[in-house]
């Protein structure tokens, strides 16, 4: 019997996270198998989930993992019930409007914005009493001011190489982003032995960071 279900994140942050869960004494098999969504470390206490990056916090949230590895962004723009317990300090990136020129923001009466978190660019343009004309993308979305789709974007800048080789500018930054430990609400009172020793040496791992 599994003692704890951990969600994490596919992807551009995936060998940093398995990284740290190595780094806390967690056994992982020798070879994972990229296309299997489930693997056990070797004690078969822990049971991970390999989830779309997105996916991470309705797992969480729902029970389905006890906690699991998700970005700040994805926190933000899926405002899941869950508890955030420790700031990874990694995959830091920002999230920032963008455009060819800060011209590009002038027009708040039919500001159009494309994006793939709609929710935190209707947050962020409400505190400035402006309602943007959201375009939702679900990627690439450094092509939509250069083909006129819209104004400027809403996206996530590490680099700035995508960025640059677009032509665009970050015209205003909206929020620092890093990778977040989560938890299940539940989980986290009924699983409280479990969850607090990997928490304790994720907070001493990620302090030198
Ligand atoms: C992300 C983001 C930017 C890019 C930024 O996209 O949406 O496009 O990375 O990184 P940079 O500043 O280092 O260039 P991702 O690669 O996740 O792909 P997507 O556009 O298909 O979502």
Known sequence: MNKITIALP????????????????ID?????????????DKTGDYKFLFVKPVDVPTYVER??????ISGK???LEEGKDIYELLDLKIG??????????????????SLKIATKYPNI???????KQIIPDIIELKGSVEL???????DVILDIVESGTT???NGLKVLEDVADISARLIANKVSFKTKYDIISPLLKSLESLTETL
């Open 63 to 68: 029970g389905t993992a006890d906690i699991g």
């Open 163 to 165: 960025l640059k080789s």
């Open 73 to 75: 962004d994805t926190i």
């Open 92 to 109: 830091k990136c920002k999230l920032c409007i963008a455009g060819k020129s800060s011209k590009q923001l002038n027009n708040t009466h």
């Open 144 to 150: 939509a001011p250069i083909t006129d789709l819209s």
């Open 10 to 25: 596919k992807g551009r942050l995936a060998d940093k996270v398995l990284e740290l869960i190595q780094k806390c004494g």
């Open 121 to 127: 660019t209707r947050k962020y343009f409400s505190s």
């Open 28 to 40: 992982m098999p020798d070879v994972l198998d990229e296309r299997k969504l489930i693997a056990y």
